[in-house]
């Protein structure tokens, strides 16, 4: 099984900062790596898929690198609705898993 | 717009079974893999399975194999979860999601609100 390690567990910051979250696969899941968003209370949506691919109505203030076992997630300029869970999930092996997940917080 | 709503979630007793509903609308159903995700209290996402958009290739997390059946039925728009032998650590809002692509090897794009099965006495 392919274990995601998400760092940090929380991050706290300020609306206008920069927001760097990073996801370590303990081995290589080349691009097959997707970040989604949770609010309290919502289900998961979609971010990032393939590594660096912005979802479809995802604001370009978020963006996605890596491949390989190094993956980062950023949010260049952190609007109030930005404060989420994030979560890193791979699909290149069976089980399918997910990261313990990084809560942006104010 | 694709939408997916989840049904059947409820209080069981622990050996119990279950059967949850997802009913889709908004895209070509079968054309695409669908997946189980569950999230206990408090906890993270966990997979739990997933199945073709041909209703083949059925996976399953190591933790309920042997006890859940996923399935689906395409005329139907709809995905089902058999969960069979409950137990407490079952006890979790259950998320259905459309794969990006017919085989399940994809990610999610699309997320249903979710059913909360609880398993107590």
């Known amino acids: 099984e392919i274990v995601l390690t998400q760092s940090p567990a929380t991050l706290s910051l300020s609306p206008g900062e920069r927001a760097t979250l990073s996801c370590r696969a303990s081995?290589?899941?080349?691009?097959?790596l997707a970040w989604y968003q949770q609010k309290r209370g919502q289900a998961p949506r979609l971010v990032i898929y393939g590594a660096s691919n912005r979802a479809t109505g995802i604001s370009a203030r978020f963006s996605g690198s890596g491949s390989g076992t190094e993956f980062t997630l950023t949010i260049s300029s952190l609007e109030p609705e930005d404060f989420a869970l994030y979560y890193c999930h791979q699909h290149s092996n069976w089980p399918l898993t997910f990261g313990g997940g990084t809560q942006v917080e104010i | 717009e694709v939408q997916l709503l989840e049904s059947g979630g409820r209080l069981v007793q622990p050996g119990g079974s279950l059967r949850l509903s997802c009913t889709a609308s908004g895209f070509a159903y079968g054309n695409f893999a669908m997946t189980w995700v569950r999230q206990a209290p408090g906890k993270g996402l966990e997979w739990v399975a997933s199945?073709?958009?041909?209703?083949?290739?059925?996976f399953y997390a190591d933790s309920v194999k042997g006890r859940f059946t996923i399935s689906r039925v395409n005329s139907r728009d709809t995905l089902y979860l058999q969960i069979n032998s409950l137990r407490a650590d079952d006890t979790a809002v259950y998320f259905c999601?459309?794969?990006?692509?017919?085989?399940?090897?994809?990610?999610?794009?699309?997320w249903g609100q979710g059913t909360l099965v609880t398993v107590s006495s």
């Open positions: 999601a459309k794969c990006a692509g017919y085989h399940p090897e994809h990610h999610f794009d699309s």
């Open positions: 199945i073709g958009g041909g209703g083949g290739n059925p």
């Open positions: 081995q290589s899941v080349s691009t097959y």
